[in-house]
């Protein structure tokens, strides 16, 4: 017994020390192993099937919006990457440099992608002459290396797995147009697919993509109540257009510059799923991301009979993705490990309900147990996944908005940011001096300004002055 219970004291409670939790899960449901570089992970099976599952979903829908995939290098010459000021200078603190081919130091150093817009200019500029060629919706999925100072599993890492959409369009209006519906679709998938609400918003300038005219976001609430931005879309405008020339030609034979996008997701969706979702005993998967959704553990299974009963309900069940658990551990480690892989289904089958023609569901977010037919298991499975999907989202749901709270003075939001982590809703004059002086006091920086606004004071929260803004704000990832 004591050796069945390991699996899960080897896990640190989040509420001793959420960090460690954090750590913690990620190695021992073996999603992660570090690697001899610092800062980099390996992405073990389990880890990648989930990114796998994300990458595939995401991609289905970018599709359906007309979106095509590309690929661009890896490297970017130094002189293609000072093209556009602001967003050189955002980037050049986080860049690493190639400065040798082999033994020979090159003529040019070569930056190793933070962000691939630069190349995307470069090739728009090459393959766009007309109005005919417009739009061009690509996206690209690769990793990424930004020279981090501290780094996570997932969170934050030198090098990192995402996807970044680049488009280019005819006007400003296709340009903000494709920029909301990219961040809305970032914000279904969330919701749909992994589980989680977010709030949708508009970054401060302060806080906004360098480059960008604007930078759009969706945010998350952890469970220790940080925020995690989980996903970006930037308007362009046509500031790289002109830093690059890309031009065309209108319908009045007109040069025009053209107008563009960028947005992104990467693998620090994972890291949200587990900090949302996760509980004492490991990950909880939401089932639609869920590598493996049904676990079917037999019991006694060196009795006639159990095996191959647990085989066909494998076949059965074939619809959905699904595992027997036939190792010569014991049901209690079984049941240990099932858990800690956030595995939404077990299914628990031994000769005693063999002969009674039924099974045991239980479910790993609630741990119910649900007696059922293998006459009706299908249906029944189908049932219970859509529910915990359902819940799932609605428990996050409920523990966003628990933890969501309204300040009305600086000495209010003071109090807030240090007493009750969470999001606190406060006015905004607009001034970057405000935004500064609150992240100064406070450790909070604003997340967005939500798209839907409203008015819970006439007043800045910090200096007083006429608000501009209702803003979110709280201590983040």
Known sequence: MAKEKKLVEAITSMEVDFAQWYTDVVKKAELIDYSSVRGCMILRP????????????????????????????????ESLLQKEKDHVEGFAPEVAWVTHGGLEPLQERLCVRPTSETLFCDFYANIIQSYRDLPKLYNQWCSVVRWEKTTR??????????????????????????????LNLYADFCENVLAIPMVKGRKTDKEK?????????????MHDGKALQSGTSHNFGDGFAKAFGIQ?????????????????????LIGAVIMVHGDDSGLVLPPRIAPV???????????????????????????????????????????SEQEMRGIPIRIELGPKDIEANQAVI????????????LDEIHSKV??????????????????????????????????TVANKPGFVKAMWCGEQACEDEIKEKTGATSRCMPFHQEHISDTCVCCGKKAKSLVYWGKAY
């Open 209 to 221: 993509f360098a480059g960008a005219e604007a930078t759009y976001t969706i945010e998350a609430l």
């Open 248 to 268: 065309y030609t209108d319908k009045e034979n007109k040069l025009q510059y053209v107008h563009q996008t960028s947005w992104g997701m990467t693998t620090r």
């Open 382 to 415: 189908a049932e219970v996944l859509e529910a915990i999907q359902n819940d799932m989202l609605e428990r996050a749901r409920n523990h966003r908005d628990a933890h969501t709270y309204e300040a009305h003075s600086m000495e209010e939001f003071t109090d």
């Open 362 to 373: 239980v479910r790993r977010d609630t741990r119910e147990k649900i007696v059922v037919s």
């Open 46 to 77: 389990a880890g990648y099937a989930i990114w796998e599952n994300i990458q595939k979903q995401l991609d289905a829908s970018f599709k359906e919006t007309g979106v095509e995939n590309v690929y661009m290098p890896m490297f970017i010459p």
């Open 293 to 335: 959704q049904v676990m079917i553990i037999p019991i006694a299974q060196h009795k006639e009979g159990v095996l191959e009963k647990a085989a066909e309900l494998k076949e059965q069940l074939s619809s959905f993705s699904v595992k027997v658990d036939d190792s010569d551990k014991g049901p209690g480690w079984k049941f």
């Open 153 to 182: 599993p997932f969170l934050r890492s030198l090098e990192f797995l995402w996807q970044e959409g680049h488009t280019a369009h005819a006007t400003a209006e296709e340009a903000e147009e494709r920029t909301v519906q990219m």
